[in-house]
C-alpha cells in the first residue's frame, strides 16, 4: 500500500493513525502543498479532487486507489479485518455509532474549524477580521461541547475507533490556531473528559509519530 500525505492535513492524520492502529505496512509518501505536488499529473490521477489523503492498494483485486478519508478508514476495516486493531468494531449498533461520529466530525466539526483556519492561519495577519474570527472560534466552542458527553476513562465510542482518530486531529488543528492567536479561549474551554480522552489517543504508541512535522 501507498499512503499519499500532507503534513499538517487533519484528513491525512486521520488515515495514518488508523493504519498504524491496524498494523498494516505501508509506503509513506509525504507531498508537499506549496510545491505543488497536489496539482502534479501523476497524483491528479489519483485524485482528480487533488487532496490528500490518498491510498494506493496494489492488492489481489488489482490497483485500487481511494480518496476520501472516511472511505479510506471504512476500506481498511472492510479489506484487511484480522490486521491489528478495529476501527469499526462490535455489534452493527457499536460500529453505527462510530460511524455517526464520524460523520459528526466531518459535518459539524471539520467545517467551523476549518473555517478559523481560514480565517486565522491562511489570512495574512494584517488582514484578520476580529468579528469573522470572534465568530468562527465562537461555533468551534459551541460544537466542542457537544463532545463533552464520553463514557469515563474510555474511548468516543467505548473502545478505541475510527471516531477517535477523526476527532483528535480536529481539535489539535483549532489548537493550532490558538497558539497563532492566542485570545481564541479554545483550549481553556475543552470540558475535562475530552481532555482526558486527548491524553488517552496522545498516550497511543504510535501517537507521536504521527505529529505533524512542521507543527513541533
Ligand atoms: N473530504 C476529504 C478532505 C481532504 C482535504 O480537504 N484535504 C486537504 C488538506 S486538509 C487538501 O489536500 N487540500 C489541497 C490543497 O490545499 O491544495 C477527505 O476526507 O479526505
Redesign the pocket.
Known amino acids: 500500500m501507498t499512503f499519499y500525505y ?1 503534513a499538517g ?4 492524520w486521520r488515515v495514518w493513525l488508523a493504519l498504524e492502529h491496524k498494523a498494516l505496512a505501508y509506503n509513506f509518501r509525504p507531498l508537499s ?1 506549496s510545491a505543488g505536488d ?1 496539482k502534479s499529473p501523476e497524483f491528479v490521477a489519483l485524485n482528480p479532487r ?4 490518498v491510498l494506493v492498494d496494489e492488492g489481489p483485486g488489482g490497483r485500487l486507489a481511494l ?4 472511505a479510506i478508514l471504512e476500506y481498511l476495516d472492510d479489506a484487511y479485518p484480522d490486521s491489528g486493531g478495529k476501527l469499526f468494531a462490535g455489534t452493527a449498533r457499536e460500529r453505527a455509532l462510530v460511524r455517526r461520529m464520524v460523520c459528526e466530525v ?1 459535518n459539524y466539526v471539520a467545517p467551523k474549524v476549518n473555517l478559523l483556519a481560514a480565517r486565522v492561519l491562511f489570512t495574512p495577519e494584517p488582514e484578520w477580521n476580529a468579528a469573522k474570527i470572534g465568530a468562527a472560534g465562537a461555533a468551534c466552542l459551541e460544537e466542542l461541547n457537544m463532545w463533552s458527553h464520553l463514557p469515563g476513562g474510555g474511548f468516543l465510542a467505548g473502545a478505541l475507533s475510527a471516531a477517535d482518530f477523526s476527532l483528535y486531529p480536529m481539535i489539535a488543528f483549532g489548537l493550532r490556531c490558538e497558539k497563532k492567536k492566542p485570545d481564541l479561549g479554545l483550549a481553556d474551554a475543552i470540558p475535562e473528559p475530552l481532555r482526558d480522552w486527548m491524553q488517552r489517543v496522545e498516550r497511543l504508541p504510535y501517537f507521536a509519530k504521527t505529529w505533524p512535522a512542521h507543527w513541533k
Open positions: 500532507g492535513s487533519t484528513y491525512a502543498f497536489l487533488r487532496k490528500v489523503p480518496y476520501e478519508s472516511a466531518d
